[in-house]
């Protein structure tokens, strides 16, 4: 193992640390990654989850779209304009490339991947508690992949805003019963009638669910 990254796991675990490591490994040879990494997972299994992010700088210098090194992450958000995660295949690819084995946030936007890519997502199992598809052209079959997998039993928080759900799919999504830990559901500038996230909105407030929604003229709304 090079100097840098020895020194880097001998240290207090901060996110500066966190962005160094990732820094030396995004950066390594192609021969020495998968050692590395193994070395650097042990290391880090008991860093917290919420140092353990790439940041919009990480993502910025990444060399690919699907460095090994992505699966070290508990948490990804930077996946803004999809970060080539265009159509399902790619989504597919993501995820067998990367080889997560754990990913806690997930936060992804402007990937028009619609239904088929969410159907993917919901067949990932990896203790998600957080997750954000927004802008990608997900309708009522990719809401209800999502409400009835059971992979998402863990999530705390979804949101899927600006995307082109009915109300069938917000109907699915709130009503759930598998996803009865949601403490927040986005389903703002979605395709779903007022009447309905009125109705949804009732039900999630007496499971103590925050919806956030539309309002009059396209403001939102929360219940």
């Given amino acids: 193992m090079n100097a840098n990254l020895t020194a880097l796991l001998a240290a207090q675990p901060s996110r500066a640390v966190w962005r160094q490591i990732m820094g030396e490994l995004l950066h390594a040879p192609a021969g020495e990654v998968e050692q590395l990494l193994a070395r650097v997972e042990q290391a880090v299994s008991d860093w917290p989850d919420e140092l353990r992010t790439l940041t919009p700088a990480l993502a910025r210098r990444l060399g690919s779209p699907f460095p090994p090194a992505l699966r070290l992450l508990r948490g990804l958000d930077t996946l803004r ?19 997560f084995t754990r990913l806690h946030v997930f936060r992804l936007r402007y990937a028009p991947f619609g239904d088929e890519g969410a159907e993917i997502i919901a067949r990932q199992d990896l203790g998600l508690r957080e997750l954000t598809l ?9 809401a209800i992949a999502l409400a009835s997998s059971p992979n998402l039993r863990e999530l705390r928080a979804l949101s899927l805003f600006s995307n082109q759900i009915g ?26 009638p007022r009447d309905v996230m009125t109705e949804i909105g009732a039900v ?11 309002g009059n003229f396209g403001s939102r709304r929360y219940w």
């Avoid at 989504?91 to 067998?96: G, L, T």
């Avoid at 999630?204 to 539309?214: D, N, V």
């Fill in 81 to 99: 304009h999809g970060h080539g995660l265009h159509d399902a295949p790619d989504v597919e690819r993501f995820f067998r490339e990367v080889g």
């Fill in 134 to 142: 927004g802008n990608c052209q997900i309708g009522n079959a990719g």
């Fill in 167 to 192: 109300g069938e799919g917000a109907r699915a999504s709130a009503e759930s019963s598998v996803l009865t830990r949601l403490e927040r559901l986005n389903l703002y500038g979605n395709e779903t």
């Fill in 204 to 214: 999630l407030k007496a499971r103590g669910c925050r919806l956030i929604a539309h």
